[in-house]
């Protein structure tokens, strides 16, 4: 049976949540994968969850990186497989990658890369801060995150 190259995109979760973001990757390009197996895990406003391989096949591309929000429909995974049910997903050669570079897997990144909620990400930028740029906080949300709550407690600390 023959292959293609699919995209695969960020799910939509419903008419509220446009945004998530990804709180890890479980694969790198070149690797196997089954339908079903774990590609990543993502959360929402109100939920985390994992993100999985819609079909058998090879992982091409990773449009994404720990940390980064993604709108519902970005490309995310760039993968072959020879599922014929996903032809409607199949990547053509006019169909451009998009303007986000593929990047290395999540264990490339540095220890002390902090992976924030999207409340968290709101809450520092009507603070006035940039969240790429807070690196003493304490992340003590669900996975290591920091979390909304951990902003209330930075913010006040630093009016303190």
């Avoid at 197996?37 to 819609?54: G, W």
């Avoid at 929000?69 to 020879?82: C, D, H, P, W, Y």
């Amino acid at each position: 049976m023959s292959t293609f190259i699919i995209d695969v995109p960020m799910p939509a979760m419903g008419a509220t949540v446009s945004e998530l973001t990804i709180i890890s990757l479980a694969v790198a390009p070149g690797a196997k994968v089954t339908k079903g197996q774990k590609l990543a895990e993502l959360e929402s406003d109100k939920s985390a969850f994992d993100f999985e391989s819609p079909a058998e096949g090879v992982i091409l591309e990773v449009h994404g990186k720990s940390g980064e929000v993604k709108s519902s429909g970005q490309l995310l995974f760039r993968m072959e497989t020879a599922d014929q049910s996903l032809k409607h997903l199949e990547a053509s050669a006019a169909k451009p990658a998009g303007s986000v570079a593929a990047h290395a897997p999540v264990a490339a990144a540095t220890a002390k890369t902090l992976v924030w909620t999207p409340r968290a990400i709101k809450m520092t930028q009507e603070a006035g801060l940039d969240h790429t740029t807070i690196h003493d906080i304490e992340a003590t949300g669900p996975g290591g995150r920091v979390s909304g709550d951990d902003v209330t407690k930075y913010l006040a600390a630093k009016k303190g």
